[in-house]
């Protein structure tokens, strides 16, 4: 990767800003950050008021423009990085995404490219989260790292070995949610049954509520909740909520061994933990170590940290799509 700092030339011109995208199932960011990290500007839209894929690209692209004429001028923009659900970094493409409305394979890099006259890079939001990781935060430094991401309505994570990430022949490695932890378990959205996604995310975290509920007739504060969220349960928690505190230890214990087995097979320095899953704190972490140190490798038990992710969940991904941008081989309608 050439050095950030020194920015790109082109004839008279450096370009020292790129753009970032983060695209989740609710809600699309994009940003111009700089050669330094620096979020110069940002906006976002929902993600939701375009089912069509078309008209999602073309309004992307028209917000992004706009927000590159406001505060910095076409002159200075590089290219473009994105940040998506079941994408791949090889084809450029989503790829039959289990969480997005849009269906089959798009090709989004070339879609967003045509309309916005620059290079556009496109990676998987796992890859993406541990890029800004190893750019901007926790595991800035590592060689050997895991990074995974419990949000975006799922489980998603990437791994780093000798300083360089593992995407796989196609770009699809490292999917750990789409992992089996229980034979003919609960369906996931990938179509397959027993996902470590279908126990672990916050879709998964409302279902053991539910079921936990439905086991159980003793007083919960979680039944009088208008909305459950990793949040909510959490308060209940904190307010010493029997049922709510058992859906986090269950929650907690199979996160603990998929994390195990991740470890046993690669040997990390760290896992790094992300998402909005990791603000329930001691609730979901103290099971989850408990059962990681009962299930991984011994050899290798006391060696691997699992840590939290020092970034602000709003910011991570648009960093990390900024730091995919300047790696895009430079192109440009605008020279």
């Not at 050095?3 to 753009?19: A, C, M, P, Y």
């Not at 060689?143 to 949000?151: L, R």
């Not at 994570?157 to 089996?180: D, I, V, W």
């Not at 991904?317 to 900024?322: M, R, Y």
Request: aromatic fraction near 8%.
């Amino acid at each position: 990767m050439e050095s950030i700092t020194e920015g790109v030339e082109t004839g008279n011109q450096i370009k020292t800003r790129v753009i970032g995208i983060d695209i989740r199932m609710e809600k699309t960011t994009y940003a111009i950050v700089d050669i330094r990290g620096e979020i110069v500007a940002s906006d976002y839209f929902f993600t939701t008021d375009y089912p069509d894929i078309n008209d999602f690209a073309q309004a992307l692209s028209e917000k992004a423009m706009k927000l590159i004429e406001e505060y910095s001028g076409i002159e200075s923009i590089r290219s473009v990085g994105v940040s998506v659900p079941s994408a791949s970094s090889v084809s450029g493409c989503i790829e039959n995404a289990a969480n997005l409305p849009w269906k089959g394979v798009i090709p989004l890099a070339v879609m967003l490219r045509d309309r916005m006259g620059l290079a556009v890079a496109v990676a998987n939001d796992a890859y993406i989260t541990a890029l800004g990781e190893k750019t901007y935060g926790s595991a800035h430094g590592m060689k050997d790292f895991v990074v995974v991401s419990i949000s975006h309505g799922g489980l998603g994570s990437c791994f780093f070995s000798n300083g360089l990430p593992h995407l796989g022949f196609g770009g699809f490695a490292g999917e750990l949610g789409h992992t089996c932890v229980e034979v003919d378990g609960r369906l996931c959205g990938c179509g397959h049954k027993g996902c470590l996604e279908a126990y672990c995310s916050d879709k998964g975290l409302q279902m053991t509520v539910e079921e936990l509920m439905a086991e159980n007739k003793e007083p919960t504060m979680l039944a009088d909740l208008p909305e459950l969220t990793i949040t909510s349960i959490a308060n209940c928690c904190d307010k010493g909520d029997k049922l709510a505190i058992e859906a986090f230890r269950r929650v907690g214990n199979i996160l603990g061994l998929g994390l195990a087995n991740y470890a046993s097979v690669i040997n990390p320095e760290a896992i790094i933990l992300t998402g909005d899953m990791v603000s329930a704190g001691k609730w979901l972490l103290k099971p989850m170590r408990q059962s990681f140190d009962e299930h991984v490798f011994p050899n290798i038990r006391k060696m691997t940290r699992i840590l939290v992710s020092i970034l602000k969940e709003g910011e991570r991904d648009v960093l990390g799509a900024s730091a995919l941008a300047w790696d895009v081989k430079e192109y440009s309608l605008f020279k």
